[in-house]
């Protein structure tokens, strides 16, 4: 089982490094989404402060998003995605690779350009360790529900449509307690709480997500 996820993983990683355009797309649209805040309510750093969590969650979300259809379509396309079903190894293995690749090609690349758009929008530099860690925790969990609805969708005309309508309700505790870390950062209250919240959503995601996301291809695949 080992080297069936070290295989696929490596495999995966090397075909986002070939599609690292789609990287560039991605934080692209992070970039464009985050700055139109600011341009739409002004320059007031207060104001600016006090939407930059939201806003810089929000904007992260829908890149993730924007990412998922690319997660099984192509495997999907060649083929790739039928041999794994049909190879006898476990689904859970291949799957937890493939989403370890997906988060290192499109959430890891969202994160590590989170602290500029902190400084966009006038977030103090102590409140940069709970946006990162609170987007390290969120981050999997957005990946791991929208394998979920992509692996549902897979295949069908106007899938993206739906798989937003069928992920975008599953975020937004994700959303909740990611943004709320930060501002209870600011407010001096401690992050503490929402970051072990998030903590907690991740780890039950982790353990239910991928046999969740095996039985949907399973679907897929047979229909």
Sequence with gaps: ?????????????????????????????LVVVASL????????????????????????????LLSLPRLFAQDHDNGTLEQLVLSGEPAVVWVLAKLLAF????????????????????????ALPALVTGLLLGTPVLAMLGAIGAALTLG????????????????????????????????????????LLLGGICAATLALAPWACSASLNIAMES
């Design 156 to 195: 069908l005309r106007n899938g993206g449509m739906l798989l937003g309508l069928l992920v975008l309700p599953l975020y937004i505790p994700v959303l909740i307690f990611g943004a709320g870390a930060v501002e209870a950062d600011l407010s001096g209250t401690g992050a503490r709480a929402h970051l």
């Design 1 to 29: 089982m080992r080297q069936v996820f070290l295989s696929v993983l490596q495999r995966d990683l090397l075909l986002v490094w070939r599609n690292r355009m789609d990287a560039v797309t991605t934080l692209g649209f």
């Design 37 to 64: 805040f600011p341009l739409g309510i002004g320059a007031d750093p207060a104001r600016l402060a006090a939407i930059g969590p939201g806003v810089i969650w929000v904007a992260a979300l829908l890149s993730v």
């Design 103 to 126: 988060w290192l090609g499109a959430c890891l690349p969202v994160i590590l350009a989170t602290p500029l758009l902190a400084l966009w929008f006038q977030l103090p530099a102590s």
